[in-house]
């Protein structure tokens, strides 16, 4: 069985992620990271540049070309249909949601490539 994943786009968000490559390839994970939660319930949303996709790794189709990921053991707390907005508290982040919830309304994204710093 597989899990049909869409990632809608507003153009503000795309702008935004498309200046976070900085022209380097990578993927942008979305995780729920519970590393030092102390509990796997107990994790945040993460949006994480990456430079390669795992065979764990499930790719949204979308429309805006970007290349989302996850893996497929945190892709159970998340709806299969996700949207990114520029976040309205501070415009370098952004907000994920679905029709149904909101998963984090400034979520900050992380380089985590090869060579790269870590927040940008």
Same mark, same amino acid.
């Given at each position: 069985m597989s899990i049909a994943l869409t990632m809608r786009v507003s153009p503000e968000a795309q702008i935004l992620l498309e200046q976070k490559f900085e022209g380097r390839p990578g993927y942008l994970r979305v995780a729920y990271d519970n590393e030092g939660c102390g509990c796997s319930l =107990? +994790?945040?949303i993460a949006l994480w540049l990456v430079d390669e996709a795992k065979a764990s790794d499930l790719a949204f189709s979308t429309? =805006? +070309?970007l290349p989302f990921i996850v893996d497929k053991n945190d892709a159970v707390y998340f709806?299969?249909?996700l949207s990114i907005t520029v976040s309205g508290f501070d415009k370098s982040s952004v907000r994920l949601a679905?029709?149904?919830q909101?998963?984090?309304s400034s979520?900050?994204?992380e380089d985590r490539r090869a060579g790269a710093e870590s927040l940008v």
């Amino acid at each position: 069985m597989s899990i049909a994943l869409t990632m809608r786009v507003s153009p503000e968000a795309q702008i935004l992620l498309e200046q976070k490559f900085e022209g380097r390839p990578g993927y942008l994970r979305v995780a729920y990271d519970n590393e030092g939660c102390g509990c796997s319930l =107990s +994790g945040a949303i993460a949006l994480w540049l990456v430079d390669e996709a795992k065979a764990s790794d499930l790719a949204f189709s979308t429309a =805006s +070309g970007l290349p989302f990921i996850v893996d497929k053991n945190d892709a159970v707390y998340f709806d299969q249909d996700l949207s990114i907005t520029v976040s309205g508290f501070d415009k370098s982040s952004v907000r994920l949601a679905s029709d149904g919830q909101s998963y984090g309304s400034s979520i900050a994204i992380e380089d985590r490539r090869a060579g790269a710093e870590s927040l940008v």
